[in-house]
């Protein structure tokens, strides 16, 4: 299969290319680099991808070929963004949050650190 040398430019976000200066040089290609990417599908969907760029040099160190490799990291990224979402409701809340494990706790949030101090009159933890 040939595949078209704009090929990224062609799969890339057009709102990622307004915002962002895209170039892949030869210097990028022999450090073997990697970048987040969002990407268009077919069907006009935003996915994301983890692009891996390398060369292949020839004995006079000179590129003889390119590889290109982009892993789905869709899932990741929409996790992370669910974490953040998690972690900002649980900090800003002012119900008493406490995460345990086991019968132990191993996370709280503010509220019920203040909630906790009320009750046994010592300070709370900074």
Request: a negative charge; proline letters at 5%; charged letters at 25%.
């Amino acid at each position: 299969m040939i595949i078209p040398e704009n090929i990224l430019l062609i799969l890339l976000d057009p709102e990622f290319l307004d915002d962002n200066y895209f170039e892949i040089t030869p210097e990028q290609m022999a450090s073997a680099e990697s970048k987040e990417l969002p990407l268009i599908t077919e069907t006009g969907e935003v996915i994301y991808g983890l692009a891996s760029f390398s060369s292949v040099l020839d004995f006079d160190r000179k590129p003889k070929y390119y590889i290109a490799v982009l892993t789905d990291i869709t899932d990741k990224k929409q996790a992370e963004k669910d974490l953040l979402l998690i972690k900002t409701v649980f900090e800003a809340s002012q119900d008493g949050i406490a995460v345990t494990v086991d019968g132990r706790i191993i996370l709280l949030n503010y509220s019920l650190l203040r909630m906790l101090e009320l009750q046994i009159g010592s300070r709370p933890y900074r």
